[in-house]
C-alpha cells in the first residue's frame, strides 16, 4: 500500500473523534437521536479545524445502513464508500473552482434525483464564500424549497461573505480555534502510535506553530519525522522548520534582567547566523514576554497560558524575578521593532538596538523600594543623611510662633521635645510613618493620652495615622517613651502660622509652589531624590 500522509491517516471517523468541537458534534447528534436532520448547515471556523471533516461524517451519520445514527459504523459499504470519496449520494464540490451560476444550475438539476443506496443524497461545498453573487442567488431557489432527501452541507474560513438570505436559511455551527495543548495531546498521541519517539518541547513548537490547526500540526510533523527520522528532537524541530529556539528567548530575558547588553548583541547574532527569519523572531519574543506577563498577572488562570504544564512552569519561574510594568515596556519595544522591520532593509541593526535598548532599560521602582532606601538614609541613628540630623521639631515647627496664640494649643516646652522624640523613634520603626506625623504636632498630653494635631488640610495624613496598624506603633513608641502605657488621639486643628510664611497679597492664591519651595518645606522628599537618583516632576 502507498504511503499516506499524516492528515489523512488520522482524520477522524467518528463525531467521538473530532478535537475540540463538542459543541458541534453533540448538537449534531442529538439532532440525529430526536430525528430532527436540517436541510442545510452551514460550517465555519478557521482553516484545519475539522469542518469538512465533520460534514463527512455526518454524511455517513445520516446515509449508513444502521442510520440515520450518530454512530456511523464505519463498517457498511455506504460508510466506507464515503470514506473513500467514491460514495454516489455524497456529491463534495470546491466552492473556488466551481464558483459560476452554471455550476450551480448543474447542481439543481442533480439533487432532483433520489438518492442511489442512502437515505439522503448529500451535498459539500467546501469554501462557499467563493461563490458569486449569481451562484448564491441560483441556489438560493433549491434553498427554499429543497426535495426532502437533500442535505447540503457548506464549510467557509469567511461567513461575513456568505449573503444573508443564505445564512437565514442554514443552521450555523462556528467552530473553534483548537488549543496549542489539545495539538500536542493529539500529536503525542499520533506519534505513539507512530512509534515515533519525540521530545515534549519539539511538540509544542510544532503546535504553536500550528496557529490552531489540527490538519497544519499533522503535516508539519510529517514534515519533522522526513527531516529527523525515528527521533525528534527540539532542535530538529527548529531546524527543520526554521523557529527560532525558545531557549533562545529565556537567555535573552537572562540578560536583560542582568543589563547585559553585550549577551543580546550576541543572542542577536545567533539568529543572524543561523538564518532564522529575524520577523518571526521578534514575534516569538512577543509571545514569550506575553507568557511572562500572563504568570505575572494571571498565576491562578494557567488555562491563558495555552501550554502545557512543564512548559507553563518554566515561565513561572522566569517570570517571578519580573515585574509586570518592566515586562510592559518590554512588549511595547518588541512592538515598536516589529512594526519596524516591516519597512527596513537592515533587519539585524533593528534587532541589536532592540537588545540594547532591553538590556539598558531601567527597572521599575515601587514605592516600597523608595521606602526601604529611606530606612538606608535613616539609618540606626536616626539621620536622614550624614550632614544633616532629623529636625526635634516637626517641620511645621518653622510656622508656628514661640507664644501660643491659639487656646487649643498647649505651651510648648516638654511637650514639644517629646514630640520630637517620638518622631525619631517611629521613623526608626516605620520611615513612611514618620513622614505622615511631621504633619502634625503633639498638642496635649494628660496623663496617659496623647492628642496629636494636623491641620484642617492634612485630613488625609490624620487618616493614615489612626489607622490601626500605625496607632499601634506610635502607642507602643510613646509606652516606651512615658514608661507607662499610653494612648494616642487624633484631632483636627487650627495650627498658628508664622507672619513671614504668610503668603504676599499680590501673590495668586492658587499658585503651585516650585520644586525648590516643596523640598524646603518637606525636606524629606530631597533625600528621596538624592538617595534613589531621581527628579520632581512639577
Request: charged fraction near 30%.
Amino acid at each position: 500500500m502507498s504511503y499516506q500522509v499524516m492528515a489523512l491517516k488520522w482524520r477522524p471517523q467518528s463525531f467521538d473523534e473530532v478535537i475540540a468541537q463538542e459543541h458541534v458534534t453533540r448538537t449534531l447528534q442529538n439532532a440525529i437521536r430526536s430525528e430532527r436532520i436540517g436541510h442545510a448547515y452551514l460550517f465555519s471556523g478557521p482553516r484545519g479545524v475539522g469542518k469538512t471533516t465533520t460534514a463527512r461524517i455526518l454524511a455517513k451519520a445520516l446515509n449508513c445502513q444502521e442510520g440515520p445514527t450518530p454512530t456511523p459504523c464505519n463498517k457498511c459499504i455506504l460508510c466506507k464508500e464515503i470514506t473513500d470519496d467514491r460514495s454516489m449520494d455524497v456529491l463534495e464540490i470546491d466552492g473556488a473552482s466551481n464558483r459560476r451560476i452554471e455550476d450551480i444550475r448543474g447542481l439543481r438539476e442533480n439533487v432532483k434525483y433520489s438518492p442511489v443506496g442512502g437515505k439522503y443524497k448529500i451535498i459539500i461545498i467546501d469554501e462557499v464564500h467563493q461563490l458569486t453573487s449569481e451562484a448564491f442567488n441560483a441556489l438560493l431557489k433549491t434553498l427554499e424549497e429543497p426535495p426532502s432527501h437533500v442535505v447540503f452541507i457548506f464549510a467557509t474560513t469567511q461567513p461575513q461573505k456568505i449573503p444573508l438570505t443564505i445564512l437565514s436559511r442554514c443552521q450555523h455551527f462556528d467552530f473553534r480555534r483548537i488549543s496549542t495543548k489539545q495539538i500536542v495531546q493529539r500529536l503525542a498521541y499520533i506519534a505513539k502510535q507512530e512509534k515515533i519517539q519525540v521530545e515534549r518541547g519539539a511538540l509544542s513548537l510544532i503546535a504553536k506553530k500550528a496557529e490552531g490547526s489540527l490538519r497544519d500540526g499533522q503535516s508539519l510533523l510529517d514534515q519533522v519525522i522526513s527531516y529527523g527520522g525515528q527521533k525528534i528532537t527540539e532542535e530538529m524541530v527548529s531546524e527543520a522548520l526554521g523557529l527560532t529556539s525558545r531557549d533562545l528567548f529565556f537567555q535573552l530575558m537572562e540578560a536583560v534582567r542582568a543589563q547585559d547588553p553585550k549577551k543580546g548583541l550576541d543572542l542577536v547574532a545567533v539568529v543572524d547566523e543561523r538564518g532564522w527569519d529575524m520577523e518571526e523572531f521578534v514575534d516569538g519574543l512577543l509571545d514569550h514576554l506575553r507568557h511572562l506577563l500572563l504568570v505575572k498577572t494571571a498565576p491562578e488562570s494557567p488555562e491563558l497560558l495555552d501550554l502545557p504544564d512543564s512548559e507553563a512552569k518554566r515561565y513561572g519561574d522566569q517570570g517571578a524575578e519580573m515585574e509586570e510594568e518592566d515586562l510592559l515596556r518590554m512588549i511595547a519595544i518588541v512592538s515598536e521593532t516589529e512594526n519596524a522591520l516591516r519597512y527596513s532593509s537592515r533587519p539585524r541593526f533593528l534587532l541589536e538596538m532592540m537588545a540594547v535598548k532591553l538590556a539598558k532599560m531601567e527597572a521599575t521602582v515601587h514605592l516600597r523600594d523608595l521606602v526601604q532606601g529611606l530606612n538606608r538614609v535613616l539609618g540606626e541613628e536616626g539621620h536622614l543623611s550624614p550632614q544633616r540630623e532629623v529636625p526635634t521639631q516637626p517641620i511645621q515647627k518653622e510656622l508656628v510662633p514661640e507664644e501660643p496664640t491659639s487656646p487649643s494649643i498647649e505651651p510648648k516646652g516638654d511637650v514639644q521635645n517629646l514630640w520630637g522624640h517620638m518622631l525619631n523613634e517611629v521613623k526608626n520603626k516605620r520611615a513612611s510613618l514618620g513622614a505622615i506625623l511631621q504633619h502634625g504636632e503633639l498638642s496635649k498630653l494628660q496623663d496617659n493620652t496623647l492628642t496629636i494635631s494636623f491641620p484642617k488640610s492634612c485630613n488625609f495624613h490624620r487618616e493614615q495615622a489612626q489607622k490601626e496598624k500605625n496607632r499601634s506603633v506610635i502607642e507602643e513608641v510613646a509606652s516606651t517613651i512615658l514608661g507607662k502605657d499610653s494612648q494616642v488621639r487624633f484631632t483636627l486643628a487650627e495650627l498658628p502660622k508664622s507672619p513671614k510664611k504668610q503668603r504676599p497679597s499680590a501673590e495668586p492664591p492658587d499658585r503651585k509652589p516650585s520644586v525648590e519651595e516643596v523640598v524646603k518645606i518637606e525636606p524629606i522628599i530631597g533625600d528621596i531624590l538624592k538617595t534613589m537618583d531621581g527628579e520632581l516632576i512639577e
